[in-house]
């Protein structure tokens, strides 16, 4: 099977001492939607660093698309593998919105013709063309992220990153952020999230790794997130879905649909079956 | 008009008209350089009164300064010191008009890459970049924690002598820089993640600077550059 990202015992110490990942172990499929889930601390935006090359391994290695991150590959690495930080004001610096989103393929040695089509097509992907000579300062925070995930659209890496994608946006924000991780993802991206939001995990990804304390507490499809033992250990809630069809069925709740559409489809198929059996008997 | 030319040639020759203007001692010359030079700007649909607007609190700064000389010269017992203090206060203006409005016409990059093509250090060309960026993190974290103040009540405009006032802004400034700092080593590690590698790196050039590029450079030095020679008796010498 070809691997995105293959992580063997990765460890890692920040300077004040602590440890933020103990021998983390992981591997995530090419093309496929993953989720990383855990309680602040667990090391998830850590884990990030290393996978885009910008923290390398102490202990242990991580592999992307098959070349090792190492001082030597790290630039190479970088191109491959996109991160869009957790708060847009620490990526999104430039005087506008183009010279920041043209940042990377500058960076990367691009000539000027192909950053001027990387730019334009990159904020087309956001949704964030008519905005190209505005400050970024000037811009809302959902804007923001937009522009942030642009800059790094714009490099075309074949992986993206996104740690807490969702935080601080508006339910419109989060819709518009789900389509373009979508669209991404069909053409061919693999694409990882580190997150805190259970519901968006469980609808979205293909693929849950839940983290605790530096380590890997799970990692399989989304029925991990039905598991009482996992979601307790790790400190996290049930998605929504999964509660409703706990408090119907108990714990025979694993196999419950993925969103609410499903549920409420499965739901009246279930009273329209139990009327017409009633009716039936009478 | 003005952005059009190529940012080497306009930052070079704003360079050399401030060294040429630096030697000037004679306050008419000088205030007729500027006078001719703003009238250039805004007869070339340049946003003079927007750019002036930037540039009153370094022209206030100078104008001070200026009129400390003054003061100092004239308790030296020095009769031109009113005099002198004008001309030290036009050439140091200049000095801000003439660089000022070029770099107001250039985008970030392109002003980078102007410094660098010209020559100077690629460390003082990073630094350069790094700082006006920079500005950008330390004014968000001020005003941020301004607004933190002002929700929980705290006034604004006490008096420079009240202890409390004074303590709060000894705390914001110590605050702003801890929290500046923080966000600049995010800032950091975000442009690590996208290929960032030690060189500010820029789009420019598009290519060689055009001949109409040249000539608004040697127009825009050629006139103090005959200001000079008329105020070095130039003109008296031909005529004699």
Known sequence: MDYAVEVQNLAFRYKDGTEALRGVTMKV??????????????????????????????????KILGVEVNRKTEKMIRKMVGLVFQDPDDQVFSPTVWEDVAFGPVNFGSSREEVELKVKSALEAVGMEEFAGKMPFHLSYGQRKRVAIAGVLAVNPEILLLDEPHAFLDPRAREDLYDILE??????????VATHDVDFAYEWSDEIVVMKDGR???????????????????????????????AIYGPRAEGAPRTIEEAAKLLNSLLENRTSSKVQKE | ????????????????????????????????????????????????????????????????????AVFVNFW???????????????????????????VYSMSLGEFLFSLKALGFPEPLVNLVGFTIRYANVLVEELSRMNMARRARGCAEGRSFWNMAAMAVLGHTVAALFLRSYERSEKVYR??????????????????????????FGALAAGVPLFLKAVEMGAFAWITR
Not at chain 1, 183 to 192: D, H, S
Not at chain 2, 76 to 99: E, K, N, Q, Y
Not at chain 2, 193 to 203: D, E, I, P, Q, V
Request: hydrophobic share 45%; net charge positive; glycine share 10%.
């Open chain 1, 183 to 192: 669209k991404e993802n069909r053409e061919g991206k693999t694409i990882i």
């Open chain 1, 216 to 246: 890997i507490l799970a990692q399989g499809g989304i029925e991990i997130l039905s598991r009482e033992e996992i979601v307790e250990e790790a400190g996290l809630e049930y998605p929504k879905v999964v509660k409703l069809f706990k």
């Open chain 2, 76 to 102: 030296a017992g020095r009769p031109t010191a009113a005099m002198d203090g004008a001309v030290l206060f036009l050439r140091a203006l200049s000095a801000i008009v003439l660089i000022s409005s070029a």
């Open chain 2, 190 to 215: 975000a442009m690590l993640s996208r290929g960032y590698g030690g060189n500010m790196k820029s789009l420019y050039p598009a290519g060689r600077p055009k001949k109409s590029d040249f000539a």
């Open chain 1, 29 to 62: 499929r090419k093309g496929s939607k993953t989720a990383i889930l855990g309680p602040n601390g667990a090391g998830k935006s850590t884990l990030l660093f290393h996978l885009n090359g910008v923290y390398l391994p102490q202990r242990g290695n991580v």
């Open chain 2, 1 to 68: 008009m003005i952005e059009k030319v190529d940012g080497r040639v306009k930052l070079g020759t704003s360079i050399l008209c401030v060294a040429i203007l630096s030697t000037f001692r004679t306050f008419e010359y000088l205030a007729a350089y500027l006078g001719f030079y703003i009238l250039l700007l805004s007869l070339t649909g340049f946003p003079v009164i927007k750019w002036m607007r930037r540039i009153s609190l370094p022209a206030l700064f100078v104008a001070f300064m200026s009129a400390a």
